[in-house]
Protein backbone atom coordinates (compact mmCIF):
# COMPACT_ATOMS: atom_id res chain seq x y z
CA UNK A 1 0.00 0.00 0.00
CA UNK A 2 1.31 3.86 -0.87
CA UNK A 3 2.55 5.48 2.35
CA UNK A 4 -0.39 7.67 3.51
CA UNK A 5 0.35 10.33 6.03
CA UNK A 6 -3.18 10.12 8.78
CA UNK A 7 -3.30 14.07 9.02
CA UNK A 8 -2.75 14.95 5.69
CA UNK A 9 -5.92 12.68 4.28
CA UNK A 10 -8.08 14.01 7.01
CA UNK A 11 -7.58 17.32 6.12
CA UNK A 12 -7.99 16.70 2.62
CA UNK A 13 -10.67 14.29 3.61
CA UNK A 14 -12.70 17.42 5.31
CA UNK A 15 -11.83 20.04 2.92
CA UNK A 16 -14.18 18.02 0.25
CA UNK A 17 -17.06 18.93 2.26
CA UNK A 18 -16.43 23.43 2.82
CA UNK A 19 -15.84 23.37 -1.42
CA UNK A 20 -18.45 25.55 -2.78
CA UNK A 21 -17.11 25.25 -6.74
CA UNK A 22 -18.84 22.22 -8.34
CA UNK A 23 -15.84 21.28 -10.26
CA UNK A 24 -13.32 21.41 -7.80
CA UNK A 25 -15.78 19.63 -5.20
CA UNK A 26 -15.66 16.97 -8.11
CA UNK A 27 -11.45 16.84 -8.62
CA UNK A 28 -11.30 16.65 -4.57
CA UNK A 29 -13.53 13.52 -4.64
CA UNK A 30 -11.65 12.08 -7.58
CA UNK A 31 -8.47 12.70 -6.05
CA UNK A 32 -9.59 10.72 -2.74
CA UNK A 33 -12.06 8.40 -3.37
CA UNK A 34 -12.05 4.73 -5.31
CA UNK A 35 -14.46 4.47 -8.75
CA UNK A 36 -16.25 2.40 -6.31
CA UNK A 37 -15.81 3.74 -2.95
CA UNK A 38 -18.66 3.98 -1.10
CA UNK A 39 -19.95 6.13 1.92
CA UNK A 40 -21.63 4.58 4.86
CA UNK A 41 -23.88 7.59 7.38
CA UNK A 42 -25.46 6.71 10.42
CA UNK A 43 -27.90 8.64 10.23
CA UNK A 44 -29.20 10.92 13.17
CA UNK A 45 -31.66 8.76 15.79
CA UNK A 46 -35.04 10.82 14.12
CA UNK A 47 -34.12 8.95 10.99
CA UNK A 48 -33.19 5.75 12.27
CA UNK A 49 -36.10 5.90 14.66
CA UNK A 50 -38.71 6.12 11.54
CA UNK A 51 -37.11 3.16 9.76
CA UNK A 52 -37.17 1.50 12.90
CA UNK A 53 -41.14 2.09 12.55
CA UNK A 54 -40.99 0.99 9.11
CA UNK A 55 -39.75 -2.41 9.93
CA UNK A 56 -36.02 -1.76 9.05
CA UNK A 57 -33.93 -2.93 11.69
CA UNK A 58 -30.73 -0.78 11.14
CA UNK A 59 -30.77 1.70 8.82
CA UNK A 60 -27.87 3.09 6.92
CA UNK A 61 -27.67 5.73 4.24
CA UNK A 62 -24.99 4.71 1.34
CA UNK A 63 -23.69 6.35 -1.37
CA UNK A 64 -21.78 4.26 -3.77
CA UNK A 65 -19.73 5.66 -6.81
CA UNK A 66 -18.02 9.28 -7.73
CA UNK A 67 -21.22 10.73 -8.58
CA UNK A 68 -23.37 9.43 -6.07
CA UNK A 69 -20.17 10.75 -3.57
CA UNK A 70 -20.57 13.78 -5.12
CA UNK A 71 -23.93 14.58 -4.65
CA UNK A 72 -23.85 13.63 -1.42
CA UNK A 73 -20.86 15.73 -0.72
CA UNK A 74 -22.88 18.87 -2.35
CA UNK A 75 -26.13 18.66 -0.52
CA UNK A 76 -24.40 18.48 2.76
CA UNK A 77 -22.66 21.43 2.03
CA UNK A 78 -26.03 23.24 0.72
CA UNK A 79 -27.23 22.46 4.04
CA UNK A 80 -24.66 22.85 6.28
CA UNK A 81 -21.89 24.85 5.03
CA UNK A 82 -24.14 27.47 2.82
CA UNK A 83 -27.74 27.60 4.82
CA UNK A 84 -26.46 26.95 8.44
CA UNK A 85 -23.24 28.69 8.49
CA UNK A 86 -20.68 25.74 9.73
CA UNK A 87 -17.28 25.11 8.67
CA UNK A 88 -16.17 21.46 8.93
CA UNK A 89 -12.54 20.84 10.00
CA UNK A 90 -10.53 18.18 11.42
CA UNK A 91 -10.19 17.43 15.33
CA UNK A 92 -6.18 16.37 14.92
CA UNK A 93 -6.42 12.93 15.60
CA UNK A 94 -5.87 11.06 12.83
CA UNK A 95 -4.67 7.60 13.01
CA UNK A 96 -3.72 4.83 10.45
CA UNK A 97 -3.90 1.54 11.42
CA UNK A 98 -2.69 -0.50 8.09
CA UNK A 99 -5.06 0.38 5.73
CA UNK A 100 -7.64 1.98 8.16
CA UNK A 101 -7.79 5.62 9.12
CA UNK A 102 -9.75 7.24 11.62
CA UNK A 103 -10.77 10.28 11.79
CA UNK A 104 -12.52 12.93 13.91
CA UNK A 105 -14.05 16.18 12.64
CA UNK A 106 -15.65 18.96 13.79
CA UNK A 107 -18.88 21.21 12.33
CA UNK A 108 -17.64 25.27 13.42
CA UNK A 109 -20.30 28.22 13.65
CA UNK A 110 -18.35 30.39 10.90
CA UNK A 111 -20.75 33.32 12.85
CA UNK A 112 -19.48 32.58 16.50
CA UNK A 113 -16.68 29.81 16.33
CA UNK A 114 -18.03 27.40 18.58
CA UNK A 115 -18.19 23.80 18.05
CA UNK A 116 -21.78 22.85 16.94
CA UNK A 117 -21.28 19.01 16.64
CA UNK A 118 -19.01 16.81 14.97
CA UNK A 119 -18.30 12.92 14.46
CA UNK A 120 -15.83 10.20 13.69
CA UNK A 121 -14.81 8.45 10.10
CA UNK A 122 -13.42 5.13 9.39
CA UNK A 123 -11.60 5.61 5.85
CA UNK A 124 -10.85 1.54 4.76
CA UNK A 125 -8.61 2.72 1.95
CA UNK A 126 -7.45 0.55 -1.42
CA UNK A 127 -4.06 -0.37 -2.22
CA UNK A 128 -3.46 3.07 -3.92
CA UNK A 129 -4.74 4.86 -0.77
CA UNK A 130 -7.88 6.08 -1.80
CA UNK A 131 -10.74 5.72 -0.31
CA UNK A 132 -13.21 2.16 -0.31
CA UNK A 133 -15.02 2.62 2.26
CA UNK A 134 -15.69 5.51 4.54
CA UNK A 135 -17.66 4.76 7.79
CA UNK A 136 -19.33 8.09 8.84
CA UNK A 137 -20.98 8.30 12.89
CA UNK A 138 -22.05 11.71 13.76
CA UNK A 139 -22.18 12.72 17.20
CA UNK A 140 -19.58 10.41 17.76
Known sequence: MREIDPQELARRYIAQWNVADAAERRAAIEGLWARDG???????????????????????????GHDAIENRVARSHERFVEKEGFTFRA???????RGTVKL???AVSTATGDVMGGGLDILVLDDDGLIRTDYMVPDA
Not at 91 to 97: I, K, M, N, Q, T
Open 91 to 97: RGDAVRL
Open 104 to 106: GWE
Open 38 to 64: VHILQPPVEIREIAAGLGFGHSTLEAH
